[in-house]
């Protein structure tokens, strides 16, 4: 099941049934299927709190994947802040909508297994995150 909940700030406006499908067949991509996924949606002090808390990071950030995945069935939590999202899509010029999706399924992809810190794993990652989108668009 994928939830999806805001603290802080206003809950986005996505289509919550089509975003679960396209999060599903993304997965199943990767030979995955989804379980519990839980979205928190807020804005960049309360992400942060948590970059701090959990993380012991004292830098805001975008996204923060926390991956509880079993096997082959996905698991996770995942924070957004919104805040950063807008600021990133300007900062990129980008349409809020395209840079939100990115990070939402930037998330899943940590979760199917594919990292962004190492070397030329950042090209990977996004590549994975444009053929996404690309499906996004044909659904």
Not at 16 to 32: M, P
Not at 56 to 70: A, M, N, R
Not at 76 to 99: C, H, M, P, Q, R
């Amino acid at each position: 099941m994928i939830t999806y909940t805001n603290e802080g700030i206003r809950m986005p406006n996505i289509k919550k049934r089509d975003t679960t499908a396209w999060i599903r067949a993304v997965a199943a991509q990767y030979g995955k299927r989804v379980g519990d996924v839980g979205y928190l949606f807020c804005n960049d002090e309360k992400i942060l709190e948590v970059n701090r808390e959990y993380l012991g990071h004292d830098y805001y950030t975008d996204i923060i994947t926390f991956d509880y995945t079993e096997e082959d069935t996905l698991n996770g939590d995942i924070v957004i802040s919104l805040d950063t999202v807008k600021s990133n899509a300007e900062k990129f010029k980008k349409a809020y909508d395209e840079e939100l999706h990115r990070v939402i399924i930037h998330g899943i992809l940590h979760l199917c297994g594919i990292n962004d810190k190492g070397k030329g794993e950042r090209e990977i990652m996004e590549a994975a995150e444009n053929r996404a989108l690309e499906l996004r668009q044909k659904q």
